[in-house]
């Protein structure tokens, strides 16, 4: 690592223990290193083999409930077989040795943080593992309470076996709404935060990339740890460039 590099490295190192409050938002780099493809990287981003309008929105759902519904089976499968790596470790231990100074929203759908041990983690893309009704009918409100899926035939989607609704992957998918608490969580610890830390994500994507100008404009340092370039570069106080299961470690053990 260059002098330039220790250097910044301790800044935030510093900046991280005078700080109150840390929120951090986390993407798909920082599952990278536990074996999870992330989105955007250029060769091996899911986005890069697959067109996210055929398989992440309800209207692909709609049109093609078999395609999608086996894509998303496939990823839950990959994604029971990886492991929390160092970087979701730092931040749960973290969190253990420093109850309620750090907040983590994360974009991610693979339950690694919460395997991590991280806890109150504001998942504001929802959990790949678990499952959601198409149709926000009251009867499958109700029936989401206490109601069995039905066996499905191989390759469709199951149904619920009281409305007959279509089971979906519970993910937010392009243009629909984040879980509205989970999202407010997440302004007001970005908006109180004294650091924002702002780990393997593009960006690219709203409203969860705005946390950091929100951080950025109620006075937060804001600090991104990312191997590449990013969207965000410009928002940022330091932009630190590794990979997040080295960097985290060396930040957070305090
Ligand atoms: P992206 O794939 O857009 O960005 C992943 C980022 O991780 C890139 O900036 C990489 O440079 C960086 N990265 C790669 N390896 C890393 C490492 N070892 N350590 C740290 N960073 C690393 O993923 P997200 O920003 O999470 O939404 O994407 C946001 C949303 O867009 C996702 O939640 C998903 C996607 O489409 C939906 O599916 C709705």
């Known amino acids: 690592m260059s002098t330039d590099c220790l250097q910044a490295l301790h800044r935030v190192r510093q900046w991280l223990q005078d700080a109150h409050h840390i929120a951090m938002l986390t993407g798909a780099g920082v599952s990278a290193e536990s074996g999870v493809p992330t989105f955007r990287d250029a060769q091996t981003g899911l986005w890069a083999h697959f067109r996210p309008e055929d398989l992440a929105t309800v209207e692909a759902f709609r049109r093609n409930p078999p395609h999608v519904w086996a894509w998303y089976a496939e990823r839950r499968t990959q994604m029971r077989d990886v492991l929390p790596n160092a ?144 969207e965000l570069d410009d928002v940022a106080d330091e932009v630190l460039a590794g990979p997040s299961a080295k960097l985290l470690p060396q930040l957070l053990e305090f």
């Not at 970087?87 to 231990?93: E, I, K, N, P, S």
């Not at 943080?113 to 109700?142: K, M, T, Y």
């Not at 407010?184 to 908006?191: K, N």
């Open 87 to 230: 970087g979701h470790r730092a931040v749960a231990d973290f969190q253990r040795r420093h109850p309620g100074r750090l907040t983590l929203a994360t974009q991610n759908v693979d339950g690694l943080h919460q395997r991590a041990g991280s806890p109150g983690v504001l998942a504001l893309h929802g959990n790949i593992f678990e499952d959601q009704w198409l149709e926000p009918c009251a009867l499958a409100r109700r029936a989401q309470d206490g109601c069995t899926v039905e066996q499905a035939e191989a390759g469709q989607p199951p149904r619920c076996g009281q409305c007959g609704n279509l089971v979906r992957p519970a993910v937010v998918w392009f243009g629909e709404m984040l879980p509205a608490a989970a999202l407010a969580e997440a302004e007001q610890a970005a908006g109180r935060c004294d650091v924002m830390l702002v780990v393997g994500t593009s960006g690219a994507v709203y409203p969860a990339a705005g946390l950091a100008h929100l951080a950025r404009a109620r006075g937060a340092r804001v600090v991104i740890v990312n191997p590449h370039p990013s």
